[in-house]
């Protein structure tokens, strides 16, 4: 589990600072916000389900995720 004191950790993105995201099947399973962001000021960890083109989105902020073969 990420340490979910980052508040005082430097060099982690923005959390929901991108609406779009491109995966691989080896990134699964994806959540938003997305490993590496900074989790004292975003939502909770929410895992992004796949439509059967590879498109999903997540319910909080809205991040596009597409899976690509």
């Not at 994806?30 to 319910?59: E, Q, T, Y």
Request: charged share 15%.
């Amino acid at each position: 589990m990420p340490n979910p004191n980052t508040a005082t950790q430097s060099g982690l993105a923005q959390p929901n600072a991108r609406d779009h995201y491109e995966v691989r099947s080896s990134d699964l399973p994806v959540h938003c916000p997305m490993p590496g962001s900074s989790l004292w000021n975003s939502h909770p960890r929410v895992f992004i389900a796949f439509d059967s083109k590879g498109n999903g989105k997540c319910p909080y902020c809205g991040a596009e995720y597409k899976l690509l073969k």
